[in-house]
């Protein structure tokens, strides 16, 4: 019988097509006793955001049906793209997490990032849509991270009502996404994994 496995899903926001450094980061959260996946939608390009939704549905699909828990774990731009996985996937989907995510105000969004990455708009408005079907026990499984230093991405934009909050060290946007996933993975997973141990 195959070992029961935590695999932690990980999306990066904007500029995730040149900031692939971040697949090293996350791969080294095997000594935190996960498994980490990087998985990039791409933001930028043309194409249409439900073949990068769905691609990222596949991978969860792959390893809940394998028997192991799966976790996912968004960034910026990428919270709304790992919400709108677990609203379709949410029996196979342990636990979530989103660092410094955009998650309010769609419209303060420059237009030249939704032209360069229209992927990003569409899962930004899918998203308002989706948090309206959030209940108490999806959002009981979700704890976000926020930096009182994040100018880009201010507090504000990344509540949830009735989804737990950590407060980072206040730095800058960048600066507090390469934190949570280097020095403070311990503490980035560390609510994910007692979610894993808990019951679906």
């Not at 791409?42 to 969860?60: D, H, M, S």
């Not at 699909?61 to 677990?86: C, F």
Request: hydrophobic share 40%; proline share 6%; with cysteine.
């Amino acid at each position: 019988m195959t070992k029961t496995q935590h695999h932690v899903i990980y999306v990066p926001g904007i500029l995730d097509d040149i900031y692939h450094a971040q697949g090293l980061a996350v791969a080294g959260w095997r000594f935190h006793g996960v498994h980490g996946h990087l998985h990039e939608m791409p933001w930028k390009g043309q194409e249409g955001y439900n073949p990068k939704l769905e691609r990222l549905l596949a991978l969860i699909d792959r390893y809940a049906d394998q028997g192991h828990h799966v976790s996912l774990v968004g960034a910026s731009a990428g919270a709304g793209a790992v919400i709108n996985a677990y609203i379709e996937r949410a029996d196979k989907i342990t636990g979530l997490v989103y660092v410094c995510g955009k998650i309010n105000g769609p419209e303060t969004v420059g237009q030249r990032i939704y032209t360069e990455n229209p992927a990003f708009k569409t899962s930004l408005e899918l998203l308002q849509a989706n948090l309206m079907r959030l209940t108490s026990k999806d959002k009981a499984k979700m704890t976000s991270f926020y930096s009182p230093g994040d100018h880009s991405v201010p507090h504000t934009a990344t509540i949830i009502p009735g989804v737990r909050e950590q407060q980072l060290p206040a730095m800058g946007h960048g600066r507090s996404i390469v934190y949570s996933l280097t020095l403070g993975a311990r503490r980035l997973l560390a609510p994910l994994k007692a979610q894993a141990a808990k019951p679906l």
